[in-house]
């Protein structure tokens, strides 16, 4: 059953409503009631809460398989947290999340109250309480609604749009040319890996509703990742996800030049801590060669080569939840959207070289919508048939009858 493009829209929008919801790392209760939502509007999801509020949605009708396969993806993105009212027109905000001190100063910001109505303001320095274990800066509010302790507030940025690469967004490392078609927005990271785990999951549905015969899938939705994978690791602690699971960690990394925007989600064969069960990053390769072909060659990325683009890199520019889930002995691999304005820092690359021109400002982060679709489909294969591995065995046998007879000469 192939995806309709009705269906193609359909995912967009869930890109875009979800990716503008407000969320901080443990305050994401905005984006769990748009997938409870989202939720009871289906039949044949099944859902389960753990004791630290991360979410598992599983399909209710599945071919009984000894180790369930889990998509994971975390609901916070960096952002700020009321932790102090000062009097009417100035709160403190601790900020959850990794970001360069430079896109502080003087920054606009906006902040949400329990009811959705908005105020801006902007970061006046550092608070005087202590900056440990997390930032505290002090915010001049505009006037408005007001404020209370717990609610959440990030950077003030233009409304959501799906538009081409711009001049200032093309032709540095790792980002898309102007052909590409590319979605800016709040928060990808890690909001639109959660909106393609559920549009992956909304088709295995119909395909299992038309009778088609659907492995144990099933989706963990973790929180507070930003301030040291919290969600996750109390997942493993609490043994959420059944020993002999395999686990692709879903996530929007900051892409390079050699892992580029518009050449397709990436099989993240590790992060910077640690390299990922090299047996499951293969079975997961393998169904990307069988739906596109063989991996692109670097030069065929972005011109040249098969229709659906797809990537497999090292990535080692950060860490991600599949090194959590590794470290707690799960098979666990990675597959990422390639993210420009990673957390939100425009002109990232200059402002750490110490090149840029204009002082750090945050801005819409981006992914590419042909990237979007793509991880969508792959999830979809993995979920229909994950090999065991990605037939490097069976590769390794074979070189092994041909050539074996050179060390009995």
């Not at 901080?24 to 209760?29: K, P, T, V, Y």
């Not at 009212?85 to 430079?102: C, I, M, N, S, T």
């Not at 892409?255 to 047996?279: E, Q, Y």
């Not at 990237?371 to 069976?394: K, N, T």
Request: charged letters at 20%; one cysteine or more; glycine letters at 8%.
């Amino acid at each position: 059953m192939p995806i309709s493009p009705d269906s193609r829209r359909q995912h967009l929008e869930w890109l875009l409503e979800l990716t503008q919801i407000p969320t901080a790392s443990g305050r994401e209760h905005r984006v769990t009631a748009w997938i409870d939502r989202w939720l009871a509007e289906r039949t044949g999801l099944q859902t389960r809460r753990d004791d630290h509020g991360n979410l598992e949605v599983r399909l209710a009708r599945v071919t009984p398989s000894f180790a369930p396969l889990y998509f994971t993806a975390h609901l916070d993105h960096p952002a700020f947290v009321v932790t102090r009212l000062l009097d009417p027109a100035r709160v403190e905000l601790e900020f959850r999340g990794g970001v360069g001190d430079d896109y502080f100063t003087n920054a606009p910001v906006v902040a949400f109250t329990a009811d959705d109505r908005r105020i801006s303001g902007t970061l006046t320095g550092l608070s005087d309480r202590p900056q440990e274990p997390l930032k505290r800066y002090l915010c001049q509010l505009d006037p408005g609604p007001t404020l209370a302790l717990g609610d959440i507030a990030r950077w003030h940025l233009p409304p959501a749009e799906i538009a081409g690469a711009t001049a200032a967004t093309s032709g540095g490392a790792g980002l898309a040319s102007p052909s590409v078609s590319c979605v800016y927005t709040d928060a990808c990271d890690d909001l639109a890996a959660a909106a393609a785990a559920l549009a992956a999951m909304d088709h295995l549905l119909q395909l299992a509703d038309a009778g088609e015969p659907i492995p144990d899938v099933r989706v963990l939705f973790t929180r507070a990742e930003e301030i040291g994978f919290v969600g996750a690791i109390a997942a493993c602690k609490s043994a959420v996800m059944p020993p002999a699971s395999r686990i692709i960690a879903l996530e929007n990394s900051r892409s390079f030049a050699d892992s580029p925007i518009g050449a397709g989600p990436v099989v993240r064969v590790g992060d910077r801590v640690t390299v990922f069960s090299p047996s499951l990053s293969a079975a997961v390769a393998k169904r990307c060669e069988e739906i596109g072909g063989p991996q692109p060659l670097a030069s065929q990325k972005l011109s040249e080569g098969p229709s659906w683009k797809w990537q497999r890199k090292l990535m080692a520019g950060g860490a991600c939840e599949a090194s959590v889930f590794c470290a707690y002995a799960y098979q666990s691999t990675c597959v990422c959207l390639p993210l420009g304005n990673y957390h939100n820092m425009a002109d990232l690359e200059a402002v750490q070289a110490g090149t840029n021109k204009s002082p750090p400002r945050a801005a819409r982060e981006f992914i590419a919508v042909s990237d979007y679709h793509a991880l969508v489909d792959l999830l979809i294969a993995c979920g229909q048939r994950l090999p065991e591995d990605g037939g490097f065995m069976s590769r390794i046998e074979k070189l092994w009858d041909k050539h074996q007879h050179v060390l009995t000469e």
